[in-house]
T-cell receptor, first 110, second 113 residues
Framework: NAGVTQTPKFRILKIGQSMTLQCTQDMNHNYMYWYRQDPGMGLKLIYYSVGAGITDKGEVPNGYNVSRSTTEDFPLRLELAAPSQTSVYFC?????????FGSGTRLTVV | ELKVEQNPLFLSMQEGKNYTIYCNYS?????LYWYRQDPGKSLESLFV?????AVKQEGRLMASLDTKARLSTLHITAAVHDLSATYFCAVVDYGGATNKLIFGTGTLLAVQP
């Protein structure tokens, strides 16, 4: 049972480039979330999903997009990377009150 | 919009001492989580508090929840160096279409020998 798997673990992007952060869970959880964590700060909710085909904005959605075509996958898309998006990104899934977090993706935009 | 505040933001303690981390939140919720994060790592779940008056203990850590005061505490007893980490509380926000977990800013705990 792998839980929540995030790829890649590290990435350096140039300003204006695009990329997709992958998140997959094998627990059949309906709810999935993307958070970002800036240095020395707590986690801020970017987007969340309550099931396949349903997504909604969180606290800090600007500059990001998501899709949820299957229960298992919840990719996060950065279209035009900016230095302000340098952060650690965590994906999570939940069901019935229990939350499982991935190991994170450390993204640097230069 | 639910806001979660923790204090202190940084705590330097000596081994063997006791201290408490506080977590306040702005709107009604009855579910609160405490997490530990080591540098460069993901979040490790410590406690889930599900009702008013809930108290849970694990080793030197004890967490409690007062939903009427919108306050949770994480009490550290006789601190040891291994407890050095960042501690987050997170509160379930029931507003909107689904439940969302909103995090506090974290408390960086440094236990000095």
């Amino acid at each position: 049972n792998a839980g929540v798997t995030q790829t890649p673990k590290f990435r350096i992007l140039k300003i204006g480039q695009s990329m997709t952060l992958q998140c997959t869970q094998d627990m059949n959880h309906n709810y999935m979330y993307w958070y970002r964590q800036d240095p020395g700060m707590g986690l801020k909710l970017i987007y969340y999903s309550v099931g396949a085909g349903i997504t909604d904005k969180g606290e800090v959605p600007n500059g990001y997009n998501v899709s949820r075509s299957t229960t298992e996958d919840f990719p996060l898309r950065l279209e035009l990377a900016a230095p302000s998006q340098t952060s650690v990104y965590f994906c999570a899934s939940s069901w019935d009150g229990g939350y499982t977090f991935g190991s994170g993706t450390r993204l640097t935009v230069v | 919009e639910l806001k979660v505040e923790q204090n202190p933001l940084f705590l330097s303690m000596q081994e063997g001492k006791n201290y408490t981390i506080y977590c306040n939140y702005s709107t009604t919720s009855d579910r609160l989580y405490w997490y530990r994060q080591d540098p460069g790592k993901s979040l490790e779940s410590l406690f889930v508090l599900l009702s008013n008056g809930a108290v849970k203990q694990e080793g030197r850590l004890m967490a409690s929840l007062d939903t009427k005061a919108r306050l949770s505490t994480l009490h550290i007893t006789a601190a040891v160096h291994d407890l050095s980490a960042t501690y987050f509380c997170a509160v379930v926000d029931y507003g909107g279409a689904t439940n969302k977990l909103i995090f506090g800013t974290g408390t960086l705990l440094a236990v000095q020998p």
